[in-house]
Nanobody, 125 residues
């Protein structure tokens, strides 16, 4: 089993920055894909960013150029640096992990076996 715990959420003004962290424990796999999703009130959970083992990253169009995902496998931690935040970024942010050596469609929730409980990000206008 893998346990994921997010931190770093909070309240920030539009244009500000936050960095989310996701600490993994248990049977962690450096060969897994790590992702961030978010769910705004009244909306479905959506893909935000993913990082593949070895470093390639992918972002949703809504955050590309503003957010950056990174991972430190030595610390079993994944980060999401969020800059130029907008009110529409307000959501609960979840980190997730696939199983080892997963190479399928990682923008979809079903790809991920493990999920954190989420951290609230609120961006005021």
């Amino acid at each position: 089993q893998v346990q994921l715990v997010e931190s770093g959420g909070g309240l920030v003004q539009a244009g500000g920055s936050l960095r989310l962290s996701c600490a993994a424990s248990g049977r962690t796999f450096s060969s897994s894909i790590k992702g961030w999703f978010r769910q705004a009130p009244g909306k479905e959970r959506e893909f935000v960013a993913a990082i593949i083992w070895g470093g390639p990253t992918d972002y949703s169009d809504s955050v590309k150029g503003r957010f950056a995902i990174s991972r430190d496998d030595a610390k079993n931690t994944v980060y999401l640096q969020m800059n130029s935040l907008k009110p529409e970024d307000t959501a609960v942010y979840y980190c997730a992990s696939t199983g080892p050596e997963y190479r399928g469609r990682y923008r979809l929730e079903y790809a991920y076996q493990y999920w954190g409980q989420g951290t609230q990000v609120t961006v005021s206008s």
